[in-house]
């Protein structure tokens, strides 16, 4: 593909298999679209679906999965650790070749207009396709999650949808359609049970109260393993690595004399954010992408290809 759009939507369900097995199943029946990979929560009782395709197809994809969502997960009754506010909550469409950010918003809007007429699904925009200001930030547009949504939509100017009339879908609440660029989604386990820690770590560390910069972060409860977690979202991966916010949550839960148990990654990951977290962690001080061996490999094909062509 020459042009290639990624589509990460969240799904506020993380516990069935056979629903995710069901997205998975929605996306890729779209000639096109092909589906990287899951990532599945039971404790945020929340999965994550990535798929990329050509902006032909890209919303075609985007609108089955959504409906298919619909049919599948009762937002009514959900529980989990997670915010959300709808079956599909979140649905972020990221330029990856040969896109642009506004060729990506046109996509997003479409996608909402049909979300909206053909399953009844109010639809919010945020970050680069948000039409409202106040709609950038994610956790804005989400804040006191579908419960509050139900109450204040129809009644609260500010809730309004941005498509569609001001009443959440029974079952599948509502969808958050945006434009970003692409994400880390970095998760940090404690070994502790003790969620204040949590929550008391993420303040320290987010954009919002002070820490690091491009940093999202809230404390969540595993309940299932008896552990708390720092959930995190790194915005721009370039200028906050991994490797920077695993070190300011592990400087933060030493002050707290709490161990850092695990960390992972939600969804998937750009090859040269982890070369930057290698290359910190291992204190290389030769390093460049021409030491990997799969990326030299790579480069001496293409160029075998190019004196071929010529």
């Not at 506004?102 to 680069?128: K, M, N, T």
């Not at 995190?232 to 850092?260: C, D, G, I, P, W």
């Amino acid at each position: 593909m020459e042009r290639v759009v990624e589509c990460v939507p969240n799904f506020s369900e993380g516990r069935d298999p056979r629903v995710v097995e069901g997205l998975v199943e929605a996306v890729e029946s779209v000639p096109g679209a092909l589906v990287l990979g899951t990532h599945i929560d039971p404790d945020h009782n929340r999965s994550v679906v990535t798929f990329v395709a050509p902006p032909e197809t890209i919303v075609e994809a985007a609108v089955r999965v959504v409906a298919r969502a619909a049919e599948l997960i009762d937002l009514s009754r959900h529980a989990g650790q997670h915010p959300r506010m709808g079956a599909c909550d979140v649905l972020p469409f990221v330029p990856v070749r040969g896109m642009s950010v506004e060729e990506c918003v046109a996509l997003a809007h479409e996608a909402g207009r049909r979300i909206w007429d053909e399953l009844q699904i109010p639809v919010y925009f945020y970050e680069s396709a948000a039409l409202r200001e106040g709609r950038r930030n994610l956790a804005d547009v989400r804040r006191g999650g579908f419960e509050l949504l139900r109450e204040q939509i129809a009644t609260v100017p500010e809730r309004a949808p941005d498509v569609g009339e001001p009443r959440v879908h029974p079952t599948a609440g509502a969808c958050i359609v945006g434009v970003r660029p692409l994400l880390i989604a970095y998760n940090v386990t404690l070994k502790t049970g003790d969620l204040s820690v949590a929550k008391r770590i993420a303040r320290a560390v987010r954009e919002r109260d002070g820490g690091l910069l491009h940093l999202k972060a809230l404390g969540f409860e595993l309940a299932s393993r008896g552990v708390v977690q720092v959930s995190m979202n790194l915005t721009s991966y370039e200028r906050t690595n991994l490797h920077q916010a695993f070190e300011a949550v592990r400087r933060e839960a030493e002050k707290l004399n709490v161990e850092v148990l695990a960390s992972e990654i939600v969804g998937l990951v750009p090859q040269a954010a982890l070369y930057a977290a290698a290359a910190h962690f291992l204190k290389l001080e030769n390093y460049t992408p021409d030491v990997v061996l799969e990326n030299r490999i790579a480069a001496a094909l293409e160029r075998k290809r190019s004196e071929h062509s010529d």
